[in-house]
């Protein structure tokens, strides 16, 4: 079993800057990929930004340019570094990551975890 934990959410004023940090934590394997998704009162979860093994990258387009998700691969970590927030980007925002887990001494399989969220808040 993975666990998934965030931090670093909390309030800001418009323009200002926010990082968030993920770490997953368990017998793992391999991870393909971690990300950011947000989830605001009434609307569905988006993707903010995902980062896959290689090194790709994507974002949602409303956080181009201002968003940026890096990755520590020998601690199963990944961060999410948001800068000129705008009252829009308040949400709850969730990590995911994905890979393989060892589920006995040799038997592996797939895990989807997600953590339990972190709310940030923008002020306008």
């Known amino acids: 079993q993975v666990q998934v934990v965030e931090s670093g959410g909390g309030l800001v004023q418009a323009g200002g800057s926010l990082r968030l940090s993920c770490s997953a934590s368990?017998?793992?394997?391999?991870?393909?990929?971690m990300g950011w998704y947000r989830q605001a009162p009434g609307n569905q979860r988006e993707l903010v930004a995902e980062?896959?093994?290689?090194?790709?990258?994507s974002y949602g387009d409303s956080v181009k340019g201002r968003f940026s998700i890096s990755r520590d691969n020998a601690r199963n970590a990944v961060f999410l570094q948001m800068n000129s927030l705008k009252a829009e980007d308040t949400a709850v925002y969730y990590c995911?990551?994905?890979?393989?887990?060892?589920?006995?001494?040799?038997?592996?399989?797939?895990?989807?975890?997600w953590g339990q969220g972190t709310q940030v808040t923008v002020s306008s």
């Open positions: 995911n990551a994905r890979g393989v887990a060892y589920d006995t001494v040799t038997a592996r399989r797939p895990f989807d975890s």
């Open positions: 368990g017998i793992i394997f391999s991870i393909n990929a």
């Open positions: 980062i896959i093994s290689g090194g790709s990258t």
